[in-house]
């Protein structure tokens, strides 16, 4: 069994989220039953799986393995101990594992599920799994996130335009209602033992936590008129595919080969703070890997770099612009903070990426709006998670989860 004194140690003040650890570690995805456009979230019968998948960049086969640690709403370790939440032992050697054919850059694809024939869940709550090289089980080279759902409450509310700061501008607000059986959890203080987490499109830095209803009944509880619920509204996810290699299609103005890497040069993006609102089909942030004229896209592929250039205003000069989706994995690293390239007067990155479909916008300060705008009429996304923790308890439990659009 994996030592927990070990790993307390190590993890106590740490917040987990889906992440490569190393750079040889790309397109990271936790999907639950294959589903892109879903949550990360089983639900606590084991009903559904969780897949978890990635590729390591080598022409050599690591060997990996993989343990689970138990955290907190807030995705810290809670402390719990492994025979609480799971049944099995850890480390688990991942054995799904498929080398690349055919494709310029070598790699080894990964792929787990959970729960499986070594490893079931006992708990309600947010996992961790930690994966490691087998030679070294302290060293963690990525990390994927998941939850388990009692779903024991019901979600429901409404995207407002019209918030409490103004109205059809640059806002949109949320009003949420959650419902329980009261035979099932008669003993539930919605003002002392449930806190929501919303976030908007599935971005850390818009989590918000709430503690407290503005309205409680008997087996329902009301948040609204909160100005924790308010949210920049955002604009449009940026969309561009590189799906072959031989032709250039959305959002990719030519396709060039220069050895070991094709790259993909898109067009040049331009700032849309005050511009009019255009709408587009996007995917939240999301991407997709897809390659055509292959017969196994996950192992066929080809690693390909796509460069994003921006044509930045002068009044951002000197502050740090980062490319953000769901490839990014929240991370505002050097790896996709954009330099700027005198030559061209613009901003300029380049990304290792997997051939697919993929959604992107510009950050800066952590936020989009200095260079995509807030527009109350861009379609978002809202996921909400509802955990209880009475007094005495030892973790958190999750007793339900929803996904609310404004679409």
């Known amino acids: 069994m994996f030592a927990m004194a070990t790993l307390s140690s190590q993890a106590q003040d740490l917040v987990y989220k889906t992440c490569p650890k190393i750079s040889e570690i790309k397109t990271l995805q936790t999907l639950v039953d294959g589903d892109n456009m879903g949550l990360p979230v089983i639900d606590v019968k084991q009903n559904q799986s969780v897949v978890i998948s990635f590729d390591y960049l080598s022409d050599e086969q690591p060997w990996l393995s993989y343990s689970l640690v138990h955290c ?3 995705w810290r370790f809670d402390g719990l101990n492994e025979a609480e939440y799971v ?8 054995t799904d594992v498929e080398p690349s054919f055919n494709t310029t850059i070598p ?3 990964h792929k787990l599920n959970i729960p499986n024939e070594d490893i079931s869940l006992k708990a309600s709550g947010n996992y961790a799994v930690l994966i490691h090289p087998e030679d070294d089980l302290d060293r963690v080279v990525a990390v994927a996130t998941f939850s388990v759902s009692e779903q024991q409450v019901f979600v429901s509310g409404h995207v407002d335009v019209n918030t409490d700061i103004d109205f059809r501008q640059t806002h949109q607000q949320l009003s949420l209602s959650l419902s329980w059986n009261q035979n ?3 003993f539930v203080n919605p003002a002392t033992d449930l806190l929501l987490t919303v976030r908007q499109n599935r971005r850390d830095e818009t989590r918000r936590c709430l503690s407290s209803p503005t309205i409680i009944n008997a087996g329902n509880a009301t948040y609204e008129h909160k100005r924790d619920l308010i949210f920049e509204a955002g604009n449009n996810y940026r969309r561009f595919e590189f799906t072959d290699v031989r032709y250039a299609v959305l959002g990719v103005s030519s396709v060039v080969y220069e ?7 898109l067009y040049t993006d331009q700032p849309r703070a005050q511009e009019s609102y255009l709408y587009d089909k996007d995917q939240k942030g999301r991407y997709v890997i897809h390659a055509l004229n292959t017969d196994d896209e996950n192992i066929e592929a080809e690693y390909f770099k796509a460069c994003f250039m ?3 205003p002068s009044s951002l000069d000197g502050c740090a612009i980062f490319l953000q989706g769901d490839f990014t994995y929240g991370e505002y690293t050097d790896d996709f903070r954009l330099e700027y390239d005198a ?3 613009a901003y300029y990155k380049e990304v290792l990426l997997k051939q697919g479909a993929y959604n992107y916008q510009y950050v800066v300060g952590n936020s989009p709006s200095a260079i995509e705008g807030n527009y109350y009429e861009t379609p978002n996304e809202y996921d909400i998670y509802v955990y209880y923790r009475p007094s005495g308890a030892r973790y958190d439990r999750l007793l339900g989860s929803f996904l609310l659009k404004n679409e």
């Not at 050895?259 to 040069?265: R, S, T, V």
């Open 87 to 94: 049944e099995g032992f850890f480390p688990v050697r991942i």
């Open 107 to 109: 790699y080894y694809h």
């Open 72 to 74: 907190d709403a807030e």
């Open 184 to 186: 099932v959890l008669p």
């Open 310 to 312: 921006l044509k930045a």
């Open 343 to 345: 030559q061209d007067d």
């Open 259 to 265: 050895p070991p890497y094709y790259k993909a040069l």
